[in-house]
């Protein structure tokens, strides 16, 4: 079965929220002034749609978030529980599994990813399937965030070697890509899956708050 976060998950994150539990402390600096985010004050509460997968129907389930105001530049901030990804409504158990799949493996199709025991994914409402162009673009998102991290992160990707020593990524199949980028972006896709969790997960952190 495909990997998601729960209702469980989800109703758990709700009730630390309805406590005002949430706090900014655990966010990066500001991106714009770089102020300490213990200075952040809240700002708002925006509900969110997540869709998880269970015994491979897709079911929504509702969450607020918790929105944060920089005090010095005004500048707001969204945060992000571990199972969620920025505008995105699947989790990400979820984006990085199918993901992984496609890419970790050379003889892999979008198609025959999303097939699973032969059946794919239903949404409860429509009984649309989910498409293999969604994995496509789910890699691209992953891709994407490492050049955000890369971009936007103080601390340098080369300082982490240690997660990288045993990963080479020096091919990628022919049939997988048509353009140089795609390639690239398969690539840098491979790396991520080679990494630790904690590089991981302060990935994440970091590009959840560009």
């Known amino acids: 079965m495909p990997l998601t976060a729960t209702i469980e998950d989800i109703k758990s994150y709700q009730k630390k929220v309805d406590k005002d539990e949430i706090t900014p402390f655990n966010l ?21 749609r997540f869709l998880i997968i269970i015994k491979m129907i897709v079911e929504a389930v509702f969450c607020a978030l918790v929105r944060f105001r920089c005090s010095r530049c005004g500048k707001t901030f969204t945060s992000y529980p571990d199972f969620a990804m920025p505008y995105k409504h699947y989790t990400r158990k979820t984006i990085e599994s199918f993901s992984k799949s496609y890419v ?16 794919t994914p239903e949404y409860q409402d429509t009984g649309q399937e989910l498409t293999p162009s969604t994995i ?38 022919k049939n997988k890509y048509k353009t140089d980028q795609r390639k690239e972006c398969l690539l840098r896709c491979r790396w991520f ?14 590009c959840n708050q560009i």
């Open 28 to 48: 990066p600096e500001c991106s714009r002034c770089h102020s300490d985010s213990q200075s952040f004050k809240f700002h708002a509460y925006r509900e969110r």
């Open 104 to 119: 970790e493996d050379d003889q892999k199709t979008y198609k025959s990813v999303v097939t699973i025991d032969n059946g």
């Open 136 to 173: 496509y673009r789910w890699i691209t998102t992953l891709a994407d965030r490492i050049i955000a991290y890369q971009d936007a992160s103080t601390t340098s990707l080369q300082k982490f070697p240690h997660l990288f020593e045993n990963f080479t990524p020096t091919t990628i199949p």
């Open 193 to 206: 899956f080679s990494a630790g969790n904690v590089f991981k997960n302060q990935l994440h952190r970091v």
